[in-house]
């Protein structure tokens, strides 16, 4: 098994961080350690790493992986930085990635398309690039999807039409181009789309027009 036990390898993980989390050592009991929820059930393994807006920075440790039972991860509002680890495609009961708000770089794992249970991705604000992966279509869990003001390129992946639960997409203030995919108009379930400040060209769909629940549509500022 490459994966240590869980609470050397958060206790590995933790001393990377700045500051190092307050009582993540040897003595403190795992479900203990701030920020580390465990399950209901047995209470020994963790479901839940939430450090939101806690000012840490150091980087996201390919091993939080091992944590296979993790449903929650919550990490905005601080100042991490480097990469999004593939190896984190694992975490197949995830629900809930917050990541947004932070300083990221780097593209978007194509391995990440194995979240199959993730409902919720907010990675907005951050320093993230290259393309959207049109592996992602596999995410179909989806509800809420927000990459704002980050510096994606490329075109809107057709693929992403399988995204039939989603509620809220935001893509705004990115650079992404090309047109509108008329495959969009599968997205039964949105209420919210958010596509402006972008560079995106060409026309509305008219397909589009099947979009029953959609409420909100911003698509100004760009090259239509």
């Not at 290259?130 to 989806?142: K, R, Y």
Request: some cysteine.
């Amino acid at each position: 098994d490459p994966c240590p036990d869980d609470k050397d390898f958060l206790i590995q993980f933790g001393n990377g961080l700045t500051p190092v989390p307050s009582n993540w050592n040897a003595t403190t009991d795992l479900c203990d350690f701030v920020g580390i929820t465990c399950d209901t059930a047995t209470n020994s393994f963790p479901v839940t790493l939430n450090f939101e807006d806690s000012s840490y920075s150091g980087s996201l440790s390919e091993d939080l992986s091992c944590l296979a039972e993790l449903r929650e991860i919550r990490l905005n509002g601080n100042t991490f930085s480097g990469t999004l680890p593939p190896e984190w495609c694992t975490l197949t009961k995830l629900r809930i990635m917050q990541l947004h708000d932070n300083q990221l770089d780097g593209s978007l794992p194509p391995e990440w398309s194995e979240l199959v249970s993730t409902e919720v991705m907010f990675l907005q604000n951050n320093d993230l690039d290259g393309a959207l992966p049109g592996e992602w279509s596999e995410l179909t869990a989806v509800t809420d999807l927000r990459m704002q003001g980050n510096s994606f390129t490329g075109t809107l992946p057709a693929f992403w039409s399988t995204f039939s639960n989603l509620e809220t997409m935001r893509l705004e203030e990115n650079s992404l181009n090309g047109t509108l995919p008329s495959e969009w108009s599968e997205f039964a379930a949105a209420q919210t789309m958010h596509l402006f400040a972008n560079g995106l060209s060409g026309t509305l769909p008219t397909e589009w027009s099947e979009l029953s629940n959609l409420a909100v549509m911003l698509l100004d500022d760009n090259s239509f």
